[in-house]
């Protein structure tokens, strides 16, 4: 089965830095999407992508958050300024785009605030 | 605004004995049912799907769920807990028509206990 790939596993940052998500997605899916998981919370929608722009985004992504897909193949998640609440578990999912199909996430990138 | 609860945030049962994860969902359309299992140190993958067609929906691994309109629900099922169950699962949904985001449930971790 194809798979959705996210770089790095595990990334650990001061706070007030940068840090850049990667995913690579299913190669013929149109829809992207991130998701995160705070320890011991649920799984929460971030972000949606389509054609090149955002065409969802929850209360959550503001305007520390940005997504981009510079190249084609890859799919990005950029956190500006990162802040302690920050740390999570970030999934990346792609999709063909039919809501009666699943999502295909990747293995999440574990983000450590310090 | 669709949404799932997950009754229970943790269930143990005995090697052998029968699973039942609960799930109840919110949605003003009828809406399309998932049930997904996250492994340690894994990304989310899912079991099985409800879209319309047969309520009674048989997944991977053993589990199957049925939809029950009447009750809002949508519970995991198997007959015979396996060491190798133990994980978190977690019930989302999507709109039907929509695109392909999830909204998901907190969660139940499994525990299988030999």
């Known amino acids: 089965e194809p798979e959705v790939t996210q770089t790095p596993s595990h990334q650990v940052t001061q706070m007030g830095q940068e840090v850049i998500l990667r995913c690579v997605p299913i190669s013929n899916h149109l829809y992207f999407y991130w998701y995160r998981q705070i320890l011991g919370q649920k799984v929460e929608f971030l972000v949606s992508f389509y054609n090149n722009e955002i065409s969802e985004k929850s209360e959550i992504f503001d305007d520390q958050f940005s997504v981009e897909r510079p190249d084609g193949s890859n799919f990005t998640l950029k956190i500006r300024s990162t802040k302690l609440e920050d740390s999570a578990m970030y999934f990346c999912?792609?999709?063909?785009?039919?809501?009666?199909?699943?999502?295909?996430f990747g293995s999440g990138t574990q983000l450590s605030v310090l | 605004a669709q949404s799932v609860t997950q009754l229970g945030s943790h269930v143990s049962v005995s090697e052998g004995a029968l699973v039942l994860l609960r799930c109840n969902y919110s949605s003003s359309v009828p809406p399309y049912l998932f049930w997904y299992v996250q492994y340690p140190n894994q990304g989310l993958q899912l079991l099985l799907k409800?879209?319309?067609?047969?309520?009674l929906v048989k997944g991977i691994n053993g589990f199957e769920a049925e939809f029950k309109k009447s009750e809002t629900s949508f519970h995991l099922t198997k007959p015979s807990a396996h060491m190798r169950d133990a994980a978190e699962y977690f019930c989302a949904v999507s709109e039907p028509g929509g695109y392909q985001k999830v909204t998901f449930g907190t969660g139940t971790k499994l525990q299988v206990i030999p």
């Open positions: 999912a792609s999709g063909a785009g039919n809501s009666n199909e699943k999502l295909f």
């Open positions: 409800y879209t319309s067609a047969a309520t």
